[in-house]
C-alpha cells in the first residue's frame, strides 16, 4: 500500500487499512485501467459461462473478463478451453454472437482460422497468389494467437485465469465456499431465463452492494416485511481467508416475533403491507437444511443467488467508470417437480430488473455514483462490526464488505 | 363480431390499458385481465429457446395487485412515468371466444428529472376473451420485449 500515491497520484493518500474508501476508487478512469491488469487479468478465478451450455464439442459462449472478451468452447479433447476472442492479425473479434457451435473458428475480416483451443492454423493466402504477395517466410504460425486462459470448473460453473500465479480454483475458493457452492449446484441445472441489467454505477459498488449483509433488511422491506432476512434470524457469514469471497445465509425462521425494527423505527418492517396471493412467498426447504437464503460471491465478479427457491447466476460486467451490466441466468435442476419449476418462476419476481428486492439493489449504486459526484478525496465509512473481515455469526455487520477492499487493495497496490 | 369490430374492441383495450399506465391509474391496470391469468415479461431470445422464466411472472389478478401495492407502499425507486405508443393488433386466431393476438408497443421512459430513453419495445402476445360484463379481458399477456437488457429496473408494469 506504500506505492498507492504513485497508482493514484492526483488523490490524497489511501490510509491503509478497511473501513474507509475514498470515492475516487470508483471514478477515476487511471484506476479502472489498473483493474484490468491487476485485478481481472490477475491472480484471479473470473467467471465464463454453464458447463452445461457448452455440452457438446464446438458449442462456444462469450463473455468478458473486465474489459476483455473472451470465447470459452468445449474442444475436441471433451476440455474446457477458453481464449480472447481477438484476431491475432488485426484484432477483429473472432466470434461476435453470444454462443453457437463450430467445428473451428474463423476470423471474418481476413479468414484467418483458429482452432477450438485458440491456436491460430491457417493465415489465408499465407504464400500469396502466383508467387506475388504473401507472408514472410519467417511467419511461424506458432508464434501468434489469441491469449489463453487456464480453466476450471465447480458445481458446473466455468472459470478461467489469465495469470500463472492463480491458484488452483478449489484453492483459491476455501473449503468452506467450494462446500456453499456444491450445496446449491449439487446436480444438472438447467436455465430458466436470460436478463441483462445495466446499471449506472461502478462495478465494486455492485461488488459491494451483494456482500452487504447490514443493507439487506433495511433497504428491502420485502426481507424485512416478510422474514426473508432479519437480523434476529439465524445465519451469518462466510468469509474466505484473503476476505475475497464470502457466502452469508439466513436460516428460516420459527414462530417467533421480535421488535428490532420497530424499536428502531425502519420503514422496512410494515406488518400493515400484506400481500393478496402470497403463493410467491411459498418456499419449500429444497436443500434441507433450513437455509432459507445464501448469497455467494466469488471475486472479483459472480454471485450465487439462492433466495427461497430463486437460483440465479448474476456475472457483473464493468462497462467504464460509471456503468456495468449485470447478466442474470435465472436457474432450476433438469428433474424439477412442475410445483418446484412454478414455485421458482413466481419466486423470480424477488429478483433481476423488475425484482421486489433487486429493483432496489439496480437503483442504490447510481444514488452512490451520483451522491459521490463531487467527492473523490472523501471518505465512505466502512465499519459496521469492527474494522475485519472474518467469518462472523451476526450479519448486522459489513465484514463482507472490508474482505472486497482486503483482496482489491492487495491486488491493486493501493 | 365482425373481424372490424373485433379489431376495434382489441384496440380499444390496448388504449384503456396503456392510458392507466402512463396516467398513474395503475391500481385500474390488475383489472384489464382476468382473475386467473397469465402476466409475463420476457425476451424474444428467451421465448426463441423456450426458457420460461420472465422478469415478471404473475399467474393471478392478485399478484398483480400486489405489485402494484408494493409500487406504491413497499419499493423504493425513483420517480418515473411511461409514454406507450402501441401498433395495431393483428388476430393471429379466434377459436371458441378465445382470440389469439399480437401487438407491437414501444415505450419511452421519462426519469423524474426529465431524462427520457427509448426504455422498450416489444410485441404483446395475448389471449383475450369476452367476459360475462361483455368486456375484453386479458387471460394471458406474455409481453416479449426486443432487447434482452432492461435498464436499472423495471419497476411500473410494461
Not at chain 1, 484467418?112 to 506475388?132: C, E, M
Not at chain 1, 475458493?173 to 449439487?186: D, E, S, T, Y
Not at chain 1, 455469526?393 to 465484514?399: F, P
Not at chain 2, 408494493?70 to 411511461?82: D, G, K, P, T, V
Request: glycine share 8%; with cysteine; proline share 4%.
Amino acid at each position: 500500500m506504500s506505492n498507492s500515491a504513485e497508482n493514484a497520484p492526483r488523490h490524497e493518500a489511501w490510509e491503509p487499512g478497511l473501513t474507509r474508501v475514498p470515492f475516487w476508487v470508483y471514478q477515476d478512469d487511471a484506476v479502472r485501467r489498473a483493474e484490468q491488469e491487476k485485478i481481472f487479468q490477475g491472480p484471479v478465478w473470473n467467471y465464463l459461462c454453464l458447463e452445461h451450455e457448452l455440452a457438446n464439442t464446438g458449442d462456444y459462449r462469450t463473455s468478458f473478463v473486465g474489459d476483455m472478451p473472451v470465447i470459452s468452447v468445449r474442444a475436441e479433447d471433451g476440455s474446457i478451453r477458453a481464449f480472447e476472442n481477438r484476431c491475432a492479425h488485426r484484432g477483429a473479434l473472432i466470434a461476435f454472437e453470444d454462443g453457437g457451435n463450430v467445428s473451428e473458428f474463423h476470423c471474418v475480416y481476413h479468414a484467418w482460422r483458429y482452432d477450438l483451443a485458440g491456436n491460430l492454423k491457417s493465415v489465408a493466402f499465407r504464400r500469396g497468389v502466383n508467387g506475388k504477395g504473401g507472408m514472410a517466410e519467417s511467419f511461424c504460425l506458432e508464434e501468434h494467437g489469441p491469449r489463453k486462459l487456464r480453466t476450471a470448473t465447480i458445481g458446473g460453473l466455468v472459470f478461467g485465469t489469465l495469470s500463472n500465479e492463480t491458484p488452483e480454483l478449489e484453492e483459491y475458493l476455501g473449503p468452506a465456499i467450494c462446500a456453499k457452492i456444491r450445496r446449491v449446484l449439487h446436480k444438472k441445472p438447467e436455465i430458466l431465463g436470460r436478463f441483462t441489467q445495466p446499471m449506472p454505477n461502478n462495478w465494486k459498488l455492485y461488488a459491494e452492494n451483494v456482500k452487504d449483509t447490514y443493507h439487506a433488511s433495511l433497504l428491502h422491506l420485502f426481507f424485512t416485511t416478510f422474514r426473508i432476512t432479519r437480523f434476529s434470524q439465524a445465519g451469518g457469514i462466510t468469509i474466505s481467508d484473503d476476505g475475497a469471497h464470502h457466502a452469508s445465509a439466513t436460516y428460516a425462521q420459527l414462530e417467533t416475533r421480535d421488535t428490532i425494527y420497530k424499536d428502531e423505527a425502519i420503514r422496512s418492517d410494515n406488518d400493515a403491507f400484506r400481500l393478496a396471493d402470497p403463493s410467491m412467498l411459498d418456499p419449500v426447504d429444497e436443500f434441507g437444511d433450513g437455509i432459507q437464503l445464501q448469497i455467494l460471491t466469488v471475486f472479483p465478479t459472480l454471485v450465487l443467488q439462492q433466495t427461497h427457491n430463486s437460483l440465479a447466476i448474476r456475472n457483473f460486467v464493468p462497462r467504464g467508470t460509471d456503468a456495468m451490466d449485470l447478466h442474470w441466468t435465472y436457474l432450476g435442476f433438469a428433474d424439477d417437480t412442475p410445483e418446484l419449476r412454478k414455485r421458482r418462476l413466481k419466486q423470480a419476481n424477488l429478483v433481476g430488473p423488475a425484482g421486489f428486492v433487486s429493483m432496489e439493489d439496480g437503483c442504490i449504486g447510481g444514488f452512490v455514483q451520483r451522491g459521490a459526484m463531487a467527492a473523490a478525496d472523501e471518505l465512505s465509512v466502512v465499519e459496521m462490526g469492527g474494522a475485519e473481515a472474518r467469518t462472523t455469526d451476526t450479519r448486522a455487520t459489513e465484514t463482507a464488505v472490508r474482505g472486497f477492499w482486503q483482496i482489491y487493495r492487495r491486488l491493486m497496490g493501493l | 363480431m365482425t373481424s372490424a369490430e373485433l379489431l376495434f374492441r382489441l384496440a380499444a383495450l390496448n388504449t384503456h390499458y396503456a392510458n392507466a399506465i402512463d396516467a398513474d391509474r395503475l391500481e385500474d391496470w390488475p383489472g384489464f385481465f382476468e382473475e386467473v391469468c397469465l402476466y409475463k415479461i420476457t425476451t424474444a431470445e428467451n421465448e426463441k429457446r423456450g426458457y420460461a422464466a420472465g422478469v415478471v411472472y404473475a399467474d393471478s389478478r392478485a399478484m398483480l395487485s400486489d405489485r402494484i401495492a408494493a409500487l406504491r407502499q413497499a419499493n423504493i425507486y425513483e420517480r418515473h412515468s411511461y409514454r406507450h405508443i402501441i401498433g395495431t393488433p393483428s388476430v393471429r386466431s379466434e377459436e371458441e371466444g378465445v382470440i389469439a393476438a399480437e401487438t407491437p408497443f414501444l415505450i419511452v421512459r421519462i426519469m423524474r428529472d426529465g431524462k427520457m430513453d427509448l426504455f422498450a419495445t416489444g410485441v404483446y402476445r395475448d389471449r383475450v376473451s369476452q367476459a360475462a360484463d361483455g368486456e375484453l379481458r386479458v387471460a394471458e399477456r406474455i409481453v416479449v420485449c426486443d432487447s434482452p437488457r432492461f435498464d436499472t429496473l423495471v419497476a411500473i408494469p410494461v
